[in-house]
Each structure stands twice: as structure tokens, then as C-alpha cells.
């Protein structure tokens, strides 16, 4: 039987490789995939620990919620890669280092 | 006539501010101008004055506690008298000084100090209290130092002022004690109340060692220690021994103010106190006086005879004549003593004007011919007679009133003094008869040396001419600035000036005006011998002294190495002995004393301050490495941490990142530890 144990560990393998593509990717799109995959692993968790919730399915619901505002931030990320790409002809953070002044 | 007095004394006050602010030689005709001024008001106050009675006026002006110090003017005969003869004195005196300091480069100066001079003497005559008296007698020893100091840039002038102001106040000190001392025996300082007639000094006596006053009784001791102050000041002022040694030097300063200052007025301020408080004196207080009149007289008559400095032959003589006022005084012979006062102060400012033109001639044939000689010296003078005529005239005038010839002024009052001395030693015991025999041999040194003197400057030959055979002379007489005060004096030398009779001392009215009237028959035989026998003696001085110095014979009684010569030379070593006994230790004194302010005062002050700069030191580098380095540390942690901190501030998005996780995960490793 598939514990919520297994859940969590693939969850968890699943957010360091995101955190490891968001800390090392020099693209980023790649990035952008990363921070995906880390909220997708959250996603996961809701489910998972939606076998408590039976009655209402709040696991589910705020998955749900969780996706269509991924969507959301997504295309808000996106459009900002884009005008990044338009100001610094470069999606690599490595060189859009302004944030420091 | 007490406010004509006062203008009088007020004048040469105004011409004194007036010069001093005024320049060039203006100020000659303003201080002349002034004095002539001030003897016409003299003269009225004279004529009403004199033999009238006393004149006395006062005001308040200041009270301490319940003393009330009056200010005002007292004339009676003695200070109308003064008045009268300061003014004629210092008259003649600015006249020649026009002359004699025309070429000098503060001429201006001078007569700004011969103004001042000239109206703290003035002052000094009239006032009515001790106070002012004390203050003008202040003034007078004051502007004398600016005058004997006024060639600055000499070194023995500058020495010889110095000497004269301490020594006078040597006098000043004896005088302000005199005066406390009265003040608190009769609580005023007016001079009436105390020395006039029926005056407290009068009603006072001393009984069972009190000095008793109508209003109190102190121990007698105060009595002599008054006594002895007012002794002092008489000392100092009119060079007497044993502080005369002051007046020989003060001759450095310029010639018309030894005739003026040195001669006639200042040095007599001296005997007009003993005037003004002969009273205070009883019978061996007054024999202290004659002894040590007679002594200074003698003594300065011997050291007279040896000088070569014309000027300070005649300081030496002044010593002596004031000498023999001073004596006078101390015989009780009151009016002789003060006529001998007004007529050596013609005849000995006229033997110093006198000494002025010649010393002013060899200026001038030694600046000529660029020799090195002293224009003083005697010994280089000679033969002056047929240049120079009517400065011959007033010297040979001069000099037989200085020694006393009949048909002088000074035959007149010093006879007189020699008679009553005679007289006075008769009623004590032989001893006191050295006193009179002294005082004749006195007589006749001074005819010795004036003799000396006249016959070495205007008989025989020229004596610069062996220094230097081709030496150009113009020597003359001068201008009329010299011509008319030497005539002028010489006329009030003359025996008309005083009496009608040449040869009786009595009928002269300035005696008359100090002595009631019935004193005046000639009682003993002393009237006739003494007048004939010294003058008959002193011709043979005279005539000795001729044949030494013009007809050069070898009759000198000792020759000029001896013990004697040496002694006189020297002064009597008053000034070694001075020297040795009071200027040496007194020197040594403040060496020692400099001495240990240097070392152990300074010493100390700069061990203190060696100790605080150590100190200041101690708390510099506290401050630098402990205070400063505290800060300093605190300020590279600072810097350390912010350095560390923007080290992060890579603007990088994924480096932000990494040390969010960084942190996160140090959070949750320290979390599991703890």
C-alpha cells in the first residue's frame, strides 16, 4: 500500500531538484520550470494530506486553487522574462545583477 | 594775594601740559614765558606779603573718618621769601637754557621737566600741610631725576640718577615717618597749627619719658624718631653726610639744571623744612644738627680741593654751604641760616652758570678739533680771562661771595653765621668750641679752592693748547641768553641787594625778617675780630693760592701722592666705603635671591609642570590606544560586519536565493542541535 510516507519523500526529492534547477539553471526559463516544480511538489503535499479531509475534500480544492494560480504567476513570470529579455537582450540571471545598487 | 601765589605756582603747570604736547622750540619761550609770568606775581605777592604777617587760605579736601584734610596756601616770610628767590633763580636758569640746550635734540623735553621742576618747588614753598608738602617734596626729587637722567644714553647719567633717586628716598622714608609720627601725636597735618607760633609743637614737652601734647602724651622715643625722620629727609635732600653722595654725581646731568636744581632751590628744600620744623628741635637735637653741618661742611670743603671736574668742585662747595646752613640751624641761628640760603643760591647759580658757559666754549673747541679731552677738567682750561671778560667778572663775583669778601652778598650771611656760632659755643662747654674753629678753617679751604678754581680756568695760558698745539679757539662770551643771566645774578650777589650796609650782617633785611628785634645790638667783641681776622686770612689763602697756580712756585704744602691727596681725591672713600658696606651686600642679597628664585621657585614650578606634562602624556596615549582603539575596534567590527553582509549583495537573484537556504537551513541545523 502507497503510505503518505511515499508521498512526502517523493515530494521532497521532487522540491530539491527544483530548488537545485532554480539555484544553478542559467536560464531562465529553466528557473521559471524549477520554481514550478517546487510549487507542484507543494500541490502534491495538499493532496496527499487530503486523505484527512474526506468529508469536504480541502486537499483537492486548494490543489486546484493552487494550479489555476500557477497559471496565473506563470504568465505574470513569463511577461517579465520577456521585458527582461528586451531591456539585457539575455535571460541569464548571472548578468542581470541590478538588484545590487 | 594767597590766589596770586597760587597762579604763580600755577603757571609753570600750564607751560609743563603745554609743552607736552607742544614741539620744536617753542617750548624754551613757553617755560620762559611762564616763569617770567610767575616772578612778576611773585614780586606782588612779595611786596604785600612780606613782613605783613601770614597769609593763609584753605579749603576742604577730603575728610576720612573725622579727619578733615585741608588744602590750601600759607605765606609767611619764609615761604614769601622762597617764592621770590625760586623765581628769580629759575628765570635767569631758563633764559641761559635757551641757549645752552638750543642745539640739544629734546629741547623740548627739557623744559617740559624744568616746567615741572619748576612748579613742584614752587608748590612745594607754599603749601599750608604736611600731606602736600610731602607730595611736592616727592615731585621735586622727581623731576630732579628726569633732569639728572635727561642725557638718557650716557651710562654715568643714567647711574647718577638712579643714585640720587635712591638716596632720596632714603630722605622721603624719614620724612613720612616724621610725618605719621606728628599726625598721630597731634591728629592734623596742618603746618600753622603745628609749627607756628603758640603752636601744638610749641605747648608740647617731654616729662618722666613722655612726649606730652596738649591733647595727648605718646613715649618720648616717637619725639626723637620725628626728629630723626625729618633729620634724614634734611640729609637727603640737601646732601648732607652721610647721604650726600648723591649730589657730585647728579652734576651728569645737564649745567643749567645743577645751577637751577643742584645749587639753589632743590638742595635748599632741605633747609627750608628745618625752617618750616625748627620748632620740633630741642637743645641736643640741635647740637646734632650743628655737629653734622659742620663735619659735612668741612668734609666737602677737603674733597673740594683736590677735583679737577669744574662742576663737581662746585657740587663739593654746595655741600659745604648748605653744610654751614645746616650748622646754623643747629646754633639756633635761625635767620642767618636761611639770608645764608637765599644768598648762596645767587651766588652759587651764578658760579654754575658760569661753569655752564665755560664747559659750553671747550664743548666747542673740542668738537672743532675732534680732541679727547673731558671739557670739564680744569687742567685743561686757562688763560680764559681776556677771552671770555664778562664771564670772568661774574666768576670773580661769584667767587668772592662763595668765600665771603666784603661788599658780597655772602659776606653778609656767612659772617653772620660764624659770629653767632662763636657766641652760641661760648654758652656750652669748650668743647663746642671745634665747631666755630672748624667752620673758619672751613672758610678758608673754600678760598683755597675757589681760588684754585678760578685761577686754573681764566689765569695762565691755555691748556688744551699742550695737548694740541694747533688747536683752533673761538672762544667768546656768547649770546645774550648767556650775558643776561650772568649779569642779572651778578648784581644779586652784590651786598646792595640785601643791605645797605656792606659790612653789618644785622641791618641785611632778609635777617631782619626772620629775627625779632632785640637781637640785633652788637654785643661782644666777636661782631668786629671775626669779619676782620678771616678776612685777612683768607687774602693770604687767596693770594697763596695765586702763587701756586699763576705764578706756578713750588709751594704746595703736600705734593699730590700722599695719603691726603688720595684721601680728598677719593671723596673721603664715602663711595667704596657706600659701596662696600650697603650696595655690595644689598647686591649680593638679591643675587642670592635671584639666585633662588631661579632655582628652587622656578625649579619647583618646573617640576610641576615636567610632572603634568608627564601626566598629560599618561592620559595622550590612554586616550589614543585604550579610548580611541575601544572606538576603533568597535568601528572595524562594523565594517567587518558590513563588508561581510554586502558581500551577499551580489544582485544576483540566485545567489539572494542560495543564502536564503543557507540560512534556513544553519536555522534548522541549529535548531536540531540545541
Known amino acids: 500500500m502507497i503510505s503518505l510516507t511515499h508521498y512526502l519523500v517523493v515530494s521532497g526529492i521532487l522540491f530539491c531538484i527544483g530548488l537545485y534547477v532554480v539555484l544553478v539553471k542559467r536560464n531562465a526559463i529553466q528557473i521559471l520550470i524549477g520554481i514550478e516544480m517546487m510549487l507542484n511538489t507543494a500541490i502534491l503535499n495538499l493532496v496527499a494530506f487530503g486523505r484527512y479531509d474526506k468529508l469536504n475534500n480541502g486537499g483537492q480544492m486548494f490543489a486546484l486553487f493552487a494550479i489555476v494560480l500557477a497559471a496565473a504567476t506563470t504568465a505574470v513570470a513569463l511577461a517579465i522574462i520577456l521585458n527582461v529579455y528586451r531591456r539585457y537582450k539575455t535571460i541569464d540571471p548571472d548578468k542581470v545583477d541590478q538588484l545590487k545598487d | ?674
Request: charge should be positive.
Open chain 2, 1 to 674: 594775594m594767597a590766589y596770586h601765589a597760587l597762579a604763580a605756582v600755577l603757571l609753570p603747570l600750564l607751560a609743563f601740559v603745554i609743552n607736552g604736547f607742544l614741539k620744536g622750540k617753542a617750548s624754551g619761550w613757553v617755560s620762559t614765558i611762564a616763569i617770567l609770568l610767575s616772578g612778576v606775581l611773585a614780586i606782588i605777592v612779595f611786596n604785600h606779603t612780606f613782613n605783613g604777617g601770614t597769609i593763609h587760605i584753605s579749603r576742604l579736601w577730603f575728610t576720612i573718618g573725622d579727619t578733615q584734610l585741608q588744602a590750601g596756601v600759607l605765606l609767611n616770610n619764609l615761604s614769601t621769601i622762597l617764592l621770590l628767590l625760586v623765581n628769580l633763580i629759575a628765570l635767569p636758569v631758563h633764559i641761559f637754557s635757551m641757549a645752552y640746550m638750543g642745539h640739544d635734540q629734546r629741547y623740548g623735553r627739557y623744559f617740559t621737566c624744568l616746567s615741572l621742576f619748576c612748579f613742584s618747588m614752587l608748590a612745594l614753598v607754599v603749601v599750608d600741610n604736611m600731606v602736600l608738602f610731602y607730595a611736592f617734596w616727592e615731585l621735586v626729587g622727581f623731576s630732579s631725576y628726569l633732569l639728572i637722567g635727561f642725557w638718557y644714553k650716557k651710562e654715568v647719567a643714567i647711574q647718577a640718577n638712579k643714585k640720587a633717586f635712591i638716596m632720596n628716598r632714603i630722605g622721603d622714608v624719614g620724612l613720612l615717618i616724621a610725618i605719621l609720627v606728628l599726625y598721630s601725636q597731634y591728629h592734623t597735618f596742618d603746618l600753622i597749627k603745628l609749627f607756628g607760633e603758640g603752636g601744638l609743637i610749641s605747648q608740647s614737652y617731654i616729662k618722666d619719658g613722655m612726649w606730652i601734647a596738649p591733647a595727648s602724651s605718646i613715649p618720648a622715643v616717637w619725639q626723637y624718631i620725628a626728629c630723626v625722620g625729618v633729620f634724614l629727609a634734611v640729609c637727603a635732600k640737601s646732601a648732607q653726610f652721610p647721604l650726600h653722595t648723591w649730589l657730585p654725581d647728579a652734576m651728569e646731568g645737564p649745567t643749567s639744571v645743577s645751577a637751577l636744581i643742584h645749587a639753589a632751590t632743590m638742595v635748599a628744600a632741605g633747609i627750608f623744612l628745618l625752617g618750616r620744623a625748627f620748632p620740633m628741635f630741642n637743645t641736643s637735637e640741635l647740637d646734632v644738627l650743628a655737629i653734622i653741618g659742620c663735619f659735612t661742611a668741612f668734609m666737602a670743603a677737603t674733597i673740594a680741593l683736590t677735583q679737577n671736574d669744574l662742576k663737581r668742585i662746585l657740587a663739593f662747595s654746595t655741600i659745604s654751604q648748605l653744610g654751614f646752613m645746616v650748622m646754623a640751624m643747629g646754633i639756633n641761628a635761625y635767620a642767618s641760616s636761611l639770608f645764608h640760603l637765599v644768598t648762596h643760591a645767587f651766588f652759587k647759580c651764578l658760579l654754575f652758570l658760569v661753569a655752564g658757559v665755560v664747559i659750553h666754549e671747550m664743548q666747542h673747541v673740542k668738537d672743532e678739533n675732534h680732541l679727547d679731552i673731558d671739557p670739564q677738567n680744569i687742567l685743561y682750561m686757562g688763560g680764559l680771562r681776556k677771552r671770555m671778560p664778562l664771564t670772568f667778572i661774574a666768576a670773580i663775583i661769584g667767587g668772592a661771595a662763595l668765600v665771603g669778601l666784603p661788599l658780597t652778598s655772602g659776606y653778609l650771611s656767612k659772617d653772620g653765621i660764624l659770629i653767632q656760632a662763636f657766641e652760641w659755643a661760648d654758652t656750652k662747654s669748650a668743647v663746642y668750641m671745634t665747631i666755630p674753629i672748624m667752620m673758619i678753617i672751613t672758610s678758608l679751604l673754600t678760598a683755597f679752592y675757589i681760588a684754585r678754581l678760578i685761577f686754573k680756568v681764566f689765569f695762565g695760558k691755555l691748556r688744551v693748547l699742550d695737548v694740541k698745539p694747533a688747536v683752533l679757539c673761538h672762544i667768546s662770551d656768547g649770546g645774550w641768553q648767556y650775558k643776561v643771566p650772568l649779569i642779572l645774578l651778578s648784581v644779586c650777589c652784590l651786598f646792595p641787594v640785601f643791605s645797605l650796609n656792606p659790612l653789618l650782617y644785622e641791618h641785611s633785611w632778609v635777617y631782619r625778617a626772620f629775627m625779632s628785634a632785640e637781637h640785633l645790638e652788637r654785643m661782644n667783641i666777636y661782631h668786629t675780630i671775626i669779619p676782620v681776622g678771616l678776612n685777612i686770612m683768607v687774602v693770604v689763602v687767596i693770594y697763596y693760592a695765586y702763587a701756586v697756580y699763576v705764578q706756578e712756585r713750588k709751594m704746595l704744602p703736600f705734593a699730590q701722592n700722599n695719603w691726603a691727596f688720595d684721601f680728598s681725591y677719593h671723596q673721603w672713600y664715602f663711595n667704596k666705603a657706600y659701596n662696600t658696606l650697603f650696595v655690595k651686600p644689598v647686591l649680593a642679597l638679591s643675587g642670592g635671591l635671584f639666585w633662588f628664585d631661579r632655582t628652587i621657585i622656578d625649579g619647583f614650578i618646573s617640576l610641576l609642570q615636567n610632572i603634568l606634562l608627564w601626566l598629560s602624556k599618561m592620559a595622550d596615549v590612554f586616550d589614543r590606544y585604550v579610548i580611541d582603539g575601544f572606538l576603533h575596534l568597535i568601528t572595524a567590527i562594523v565594517q567587518y560586519i558590513g563588508n561581510f553582509v554586502r558581500s551577499f549583495q551580489t544582485g544576483r537573484v540566485q545567489y539572494y536565493l542560495l543564502s536564503m537556504l543557507a540560512v534556513i537551513v544553519a536555522w534548522f541545523i541549529f535548531k536540531t542541535l540545541i
